[in-house]
C-alpha cells in the first residue's frame, strides 16, 4: 500500500510561484508512474500533470503548458511540481496520485493511489 502526502500549498498572488512536493511512502517509488490532479470548488478534479517513472516523458494539460513543472526525485521517494506564473484560475485543492501500471495517464480513474490534498489559493 502506498501513502501520498502533499504540501507546499498556501495563498499567493496572481503571477507568484509555489512548490508543491508529494512525499511517499509504503511502495517502491520508482515503479510508479505519479501524476498532479486538482480540483476547485464546484468542479470535477482534472488532470494537471504526469511524469513516467524514468522521468523521460511529462504530459501537462494546456492550461499550465510553459508555467507548471513536474519533476520526480526516485532517490528521496519525492514529486514535485512547481508552479510559477500563478493565476488566480489555478486556485484549487491540489493532488498527488500514483499508478501502478506501466505509462503516464490522465484520467483520475487511471490512477491507483491518492494523497490528501494541498489547498492552493492564487488570488487577483
Known amino acids: 500500500q502506498v501513502q501520498l502526502v502533499e504540501s507546499g500549498g498556501g495563498l499567493v498572488q496572481a503571477g507568484g510561484s509555489l512548490r508543491l512536493s508529494c512525499a511517499t511512502s509504503?511502495?517502491?517509488?520508482?515503479?510508479?508512474?505519479l501524476g498532479w490532479f486538482r480540483q476547485a470548488p464546484g468542479r470535477e478534479r482534472e488532470f494537471v500533470a504526469t511524469i513516467n517513472r524514468f522521468s523521460s516523458s511529462t504530459l501537462y494539460t494546456d492550461s499550465v503548458k510553459g508555467r507548471f513543472t513536474a519533476s520526480r526525485d526516485n532517490a528521496k521517494n519525492t514529486l514535485i511540481l512547481q508552479m510559477n506564473d500563478l493565476r488566480p484560475e489555478d486556485t484549487a485543492v491540489y493532488y498527488c496520485?500514483?499508478?501502478?501500471?506501466?505509462?503516464?495517464?490522465?484520467?483520475?480513474?487511471?490512477?491507483?493511489?491518492w494523497g490528501q490534498g494541498t489547498q492552493v489559493t492564487v488570488s487577483s
Open positions: 496520485a500514483a499508478r501502478q501500471r506501466v505509462g503516464t495517464a490522465v484520467r483520475p480513474d487511471d490512477y491507483d493511489y
Open positions: 509504503g511502495g517502491t517509488f520508482s515503479r510508479y508512474a
